[in-house]
């Protein structure tokens, strides 16, 4: 089985390098851009397992970012976890609801960044339940 492989959009190496080593520890591919243009580039091209996402860019913001791939049939499926430096609360965090499956508050640490990749990957992987039919009741026969 491939090494899920993880694109981390992040404009500061000082937190995007600790978490791609983490990954990597994991057993995880890793790719990094450092702004969003590049990181839907990468996205496009590489057609990542997961996508983490800062929300605070200097050229486009992430949830921009976020909007773009997820009006994109070829990359739509790709889930993305947000990461930002704020409080997420209201218009925001409806905002991040509507694009990513889930969300990080900086400063994260990698190892907890570890575990929600890989829970939400393996959420993923997992077939989906199907309701179990029971059989039909029987009529006693006279």
């Given amino acids: 089985m491939a090494k899920p492989t993880v694109l981390i959009v992040e404009d500061s190496p000082d937190i995007s390098q600790p978490i791609a080593d983490a990954l990597r520890f994991a057993d995880f591919n ?7 243009v590049q ?3 990468f996205a496009s091209e590489h057609r990542p397992d997961l996508i983490l996402m800062d929300i605070q860019l200097p050229d486009l913001d992430g949830l921009s970012a976020a909007s773009t791939l997820k009006s994109d049939p070829a990359v739509r ?8 430096a704020y409080d997420v ?4 965090a409806k905002a991040i609801s509507r694009h990513c499956v889930g969300h990080a508050q900086k400063p994260v640490r990698p190892r907890d960044l570890v575990t929600l990749i890989s829970a939400i ?6 077939p989906t339940a199907r309701p179990t039919q029971s059989p039909s009741p029987r ?3 006279k």
């Fill in 77 to 84: 499926h790709i889930p993305i976890v947000a990461m930002t």
């Fill in 30 to 36: 890793t790719l990094q851009a450092y702004n969003a």
């Fill in 121 to 126: 990957l393996k959420l993923r992987s997992e």
């Fill in 139 to 141: 009529t006693p026969r």
């Fill in 89 to 92: 609360a209201g218009d925001q």
């Fill in 39 to 41: 990181g839907l580039q």
